[in-house]
Structures are given as C-alpha cells and as structure tokens.
C-alpha cells in the first residue's frame, strides 16, 4: 500500500508555489513606488529609490520608523536592510527614500527626505514599512505579514516575500508605481504596473536635469554671493553653479551641503562658499564631490526676519548632478588677530552698504559666509554648552579677563575676534569637548563659516581642535570675620521641586562650600511650587523648604526665609512659574525685623519709629508693585535687618530681561535696545525708594543688590549711581575682574551689588562658580559683600574699630 501510494506520487507531477500571504490594507501609509536600476547602464536617474504615499486625510509622523529591504530569494542567512524615517508624511503626500547610488546615470533624485545605503536589486526584490527601526527578522511572506510592525510590503519581480502575487518586474529604466489612486488591495501583481520612474520628494519636486547646456553655468558662487550682504541674484533661479562639496549638515531640520567655487575670483568682499538647503532630508553627495547645483538663491534669516540678525544666503529647493568624486578642497582661509580688523563694524544699514572686510570684523565675517576657514590654538572665552558649541577668540589680546575671558565692557567693546564654534562631526564618531572660559582649543579647527540666530557668525567644524585645560577650578570665597555681615545676591535660575535633588545639592554646596555660607542670601528667580506649570500655585514654600534643607544637608545652618507671594502670572518669567525674589538668612547671625501687612500688592514704605528711628513699614514688603515700571516683571523685595545692633537695609531685584533687544551682530547697527526703557523706569521707581530712606536718614546702612540684568555702564544702572546715593561695588574691582556672566563669548556683569555712602568699610566679591565653567548650578555666578555696617555715629564707628581685631579673633558665633 505503501509502494502504491508512492508510485501514484511520482506519477503525479507537483509544483510547490508559496502561498499569497494577505494583511490588512493600510488606511494611510503606503508604499508608492519602488526603483533599484537607480546608477546601473542605460538608467537615467543615479540612484535607487523608495516612494512612499499617504492615503489617509492627516498627517502621520514617520520618527522612529524605517524602510527595509530584502532580497528576492532569500536564504536562511539573509537580512533585512534598514533606512531610518524622521519627519512627517503630509495627508495626500509623497516621502522619497534614497538608497544606494550608481556609477551611471545622469540625473540626480529631488531632495530625498530621508536616505541610506542599501542596494536595491534592478528586477527583484521586497521592500518593507515598518514601524520600527530594528530590522526584521522574517524571511517568508506569511511571517512578515504576521509581523505587527510591517505596515505596508511590496513584492516585485520574482519576490518570494510579497502580498499577493508580486508586482512587475523592474528594469534599469523603470520601476514598479500604485496607481493614480493609491489603491491597496493587498495584492501586490493589482496594485503596481510597471513604468518609468517618477520620484516625488515631501516639496513635490521631482528630478531635474542640472546639466550645464550649451550656455554654461549661470551664475558662479562669487556672482551670488555679491559684494554686500543680500545676494544680487536673491529670489532667482540659477543653473549649474559649479563648486565642490566642502561639508555636508546630515543632522537637524536644516540639513544640506556647503560648496565651494575652486576658481575664485579677485574681489575680497565675494565669499566663494555657499549653501545648499535641503531641509529633512540628508543630502546624497560626499565631500570632494565636484558638482553643477541648480535652484533659487535665497536669503535666510535665522530665527526670523524680525529679529534684525544677518541673513545667510543659500540655494532652496536644489537639484545637482556630480561630475566627479575625490577633489581636493580648497584651502582654509587663515582667521587670526592680524586677518580680523579692530572695528567691528559701521553704523547704518548694513544690508545697504558695500562690504568692506578690511575694515570691519562684522564685514570681514560676511565676507567668508560658506567658505571654508580655521582657527589655530585659540582661547575659549565662552564655556561649552547644551547645545554642543563654545566661544573662541583669534584676537587673544582683546580686553582679556584675569581668567582667559574676553571683557564686554562698553558698548563699543563687542569683541570683534570672539566666533562660535560648532562641530559637524558625527558625536558617535567625536564627542563635542566640553571646555572651560580659559581653556584652549588646541591645533586646528576648520570647517565652513556659517551665520545663525544664537551668536552670529559661527565655524561649522569639520576638523576639530582638541581642548587643552587650563586647571581652573569654581573660586571659593573667604569666611566673613565674627564683625563682618555678609550678604550674598545669587540667580538661582528658575529653582522649583520640579528640578532635579541634583540641582539643589549643587546650589546648596555653592551657598555652603563657594559662598561660606552668608548671613543674608538674596535669591532670585525662585519658582512657586509646582514650577513651569500654569496652575494657579503661587506659593513657593516647598522650593525654598526643600533648598534649606539641602543646605543644612550640606553642612550648612538651617537658614529661616522670608519672601511674598506675587500675584498669579504677573511678574514675568517662565509662564507659570511665578518666580520670585526672597532671603534666606541664619538666623543665629542676623536678626529679620519682621513688620506685617505685606503683599503682593501693598507697597513698602518708609517711616520714624517714636525714638526717631527710620524703619520700613513692612518687612518684607514690595516696592511700588502697583507702578507701570513693573508690569509683566519681579517687583523689588525690601527688608530690614539687625546685625549687631546696627539696622541694615537690603532691596533684592530681578529687572526685567533684555529679551527684544537686537544683537551685537543685528544688520541694523547701532542695534536697539528696546528692554532698556523699562529697565530704567524700574531703575528710577527704585532709586526714588532709596531716596525716601536716604531723606530719613542719611547715614542709613542700604544694601540694593540682585540680577539688574543690565551692565554697570548702563542707563539703568547709572540711574541708580549717577547722584551718589548708591555705589555700583563692581567698579571696586580691578577692570579685568568686572564679570560673573558669560553670553556669546563676552564676560560681563548683569548681576550687581549697590551700597549706600555710609557703607565704607567692606569687601566685595564675585565668585566664579558657574557662567566660566561647562558644568554649571546656574547661568549666573552669586556675589558677596562682607561689611561692618556703620552705627550711624562717627565717633562710635571710630570706637568700635578698637575692638573689631579682638571680635574677630573670638572663634565664629
């Protein structure tokens, strides 16, 4: 029986086919078009690719996700091939996936939105979306259509994993499309026919031909560029733009390419350097890559037209063709003290104005936009941050600070050898070094010379200098004496519960360890309790609970606090956070005279007590929290203090921010200021609050301090200064030690502490903790001033200095 049935099997012919694996058809994403001749002979497109479409009426977002491919016959060894996804596919739109890249072939893919390496079979082969980026594992059709992650497979040619029976067959010059109407009946051989190749990128462009013609290039990169900031040939279009590729952006939302003409012209003022926007979409050409560009030259803003920075001139929505691969690039322009001019720059419109690099840095600058240029052995003067940058001087001589810094000391002082630095390394393959204010970027950092909205002009690194340590360490401040009072200003930059216990540990130890422990700390930016949630909290007992308790376990007393709630968002900051100036002060050193009644909404005032004592009318207690001067921004907090039976005075601050203001760099120079105004309106509300104390009593111990955020040469400082009744204490030290904040690689000073005439015998410090140094507690660093405040009497002053020396020798209490 058994023979029987054996022979009546090979008797009857057998053809094993694999069954057709059916999914459910995708309402949205779709695979659209599949193309793998892409560079192969007798092909006109370069390069494989894989379309994709959107059926549905939203738009889905592609991050995380990934095409893959698999050969037609796979073996047990095979594997999946992936391109990663970012971005988004429009309801109704195309993505282009640009793969492997061929040596034949004319014509360049549009702008891909997303790219890889995998090499795509001519005829045959199975192309998967997948949600996911992990490669798949399944190797038959019924496998990958049970697989939750494949949303959307196709099958061409001979194809054993497919949906249905497998598409058309491709060939060099065609490929295997769905249908006008993106039809997805989950059988592959239904839904694709076979045609000419049609990629279609996210902008709806499609291939162009950017052969040079008969008539040659359009334009050279020089001829764009022009001889001033706006580019004569802005919002044209031009055709076979020759250069080689210098460097290529393959990360962010503003990826492309910089190229470079290697047959410059003799003008100084035209860059020969320009780049090439290509949004999402990482850009298919390698640097050395000689090619002929076509697009519409723009001028770009960063951050916006608005915000009166430099435009950058660049070429939107191109096509290019290679022409040849392996070039040498053109030499690095050489930027260093003798290259930069001393001016920075002229004043006007400097778009309306001819370039003149010799004798302007902000010119000289525009000059090089996009062109290759480096740096050698220059001084860090900004610390590295977040966002992976830092600042670097080629003029190492200008306004140096004591730590290696660069002094923004005047409005005339901006600094013109401070440049950013930047890398476009990947970090898997070098890490950005984190750097210090005074450290060196040792050897040389090359790369394009670029323009953004975070600091102006900016070195886009391809060769990057390794950081040599200057050894510098956070500045730890002396003790105060047993007759000292010590009061500290620190911004604590925008404390809550939300934050990290980390961030409160740092603060505690700076307060502890760097500070010594003041008896008066004057904190600034404290958020209510719930921080940057818009909740109507306004209590910020938690935040400075859980600071002082930090403290304490930091080895420091348990200091007590005092502070007013403000009204719910209506001093300014971060929306919902509420912050907030308030004291901390120990108590077993200084005395808080507490007088009931204030709020967020009466104001402080000044009065004689029935001994003619002047006092404050609350304590703590807000200054004018109803004047205009303080809308949308913290209000003053004064308080009164006792130390060793002398009455002290002190007014902690936070001025509004210089949000608005037009940069250094603006196109527009000199560059407006506008936050000033209101700076100066509270700068006058307070200084008129000094004086009703002053008028009461002359002799008065007052202490104003906090971030002003403004410099001391400022109007709105020197409307606090200018009459004497108030001493900027910064201007006590020596000039190259006037900072204790860092922005754009200028040191400077927007955190202060001001004393009234009778204060004569302190000591005053900035401790630099925080603005020099990468790691950082806060973006500010705190202040301290150490004082034997006065007892209003001459001769008891005199009296009392008899007995300072033996006080201070009696061990701390």
Known sequence: MATALAGALAATPVLFVPSAAVAAPSADAVVAEVYGGGGNAGATLNQDFVELANRGGTALALDGWSVQYLPAAPSPTSKWQAIALTGSLAPNGRYLVAAAKGSGGTVPLPAPDASGGFNMSGTAGTVALVQGTTPLTCLTAADCLADASVR???????????????????????????????????????????????????????????????????????????????????????????????????????????????????????????????????????????????????????????????????????????????????????????????????????????????????????????????????????????????????????????????????????????????????????????????????????????????????????????????????????????????IATYNVENLSPVDAQAKFDRLARGIVTNLSTPDIVALEEIQDNTGPVNDGVVAANQTLDKLVEAIVAAGGPRYEWRTIDPQDGKDGGQPGGNIRNAFLFDAKRVQFVDRAGGDATTAVGVRKNWLGQTQLTLSPGRVAPADEAWTSSRKPLAAEFKFRGRTVFVVANHFASKGGDQTLDSRTQPPVRSSEVQRIKQAQVLHGFVGEILKADPRANIVVLGDLNDFAFSPSVQALTGDGSLKALVETLPANEQYGYVFNGNSQVLDHILASPRVTRFEYDIVHVNAEFADQASDHDPQVLRVRPSTGNDFLDTVDQWFEGWLDSLPAS
């Open 152 to 486: 959307d497979l196709v099958g061409y040619g001979t194809a054993v994993v497919r949906e249905g029976a497998p598409a058309p067959a491709t060939a060099n010059a065609t490929s295997a499309a769905r249908g006008a109407a993106l039809a997805d009946t989950d059988d592959n051989a239904a839904d694709f026919a076979a045609g000419a190749p049609t990629p279609l990128n996210s902008r709806g462009e499609g291939p162009v031909d950017p052969g040079p013609g008969p008539g040659g290039p359009s334009a050279r990169i020089h001829e764009i560029q022009g001889t001033g900031r706006v580019s004569p040939k802005n919002n044209t279009q031009v055709t076979a733009v020759p250069g080689v590729v210098t460097a290529i952006r393959a990360f962010g939302s503003a990826r492309g390419f910089w190229f470079q003409d290697t047959a410059p012209d003799a003008d100084p003022r035209t860059s020969e350097g320009l780049f090439v926007f290509t949004g999402s979409a990482t850009p298919q050409v390698a640097v050395g890559d000689l090619v002929a560009v076509d697009g519409k030259v723009t001028e770009f803003y960063p951050g916006s037209a608005s915000s009166n920075g430099q435009s950058m001139t660049q070429v939107t929505g191109a096509t290019w063709k290679v022409t040849s691969s392996g070039n040498a690039l053109p030499a690095a322009v050489v930027v260093d003290a003798a290259s930069v001019p001393d001016a920075y720059t002229a004043d006007g419109d400097l778009e309306a104005r001819p370039l003149e690099p010799t004798a302007y840095a902000l010119d000289f600058y525009e000059s090089l936009e996009g062109q290759r240029v480096q740096v050698s052995d220059t001084r860090i003067t900004g610390a590295t941050t977040e966002f992976n940058e830092l600042w670097a001087t080629v003029e190492p001589t200008q306004n140096p600070t004591a730590a290696g810094g660069t002094l923004y000391n005047s409005y005339a002082a901006q600094n013109g050898g401070r440049i950013k630095v930047t890398s476009l390394i990947p970090f898997a393959e070098r890490p950005f070094p984190k750097a210090n204010v005074g450290d060196t970027l040792s050897g040389v950092t090359a790369g394009p010379l670029n323009y953004d909205s975070f600091g102006g002009y900016v070195i886009a690194a391809t060769t990057l200098g390794t950081v040599t340590s200057a050894g510098r360490t956070p500045e730890v401040t002396r003790d105060q004496r047993n007759t000292e009072l010590a």
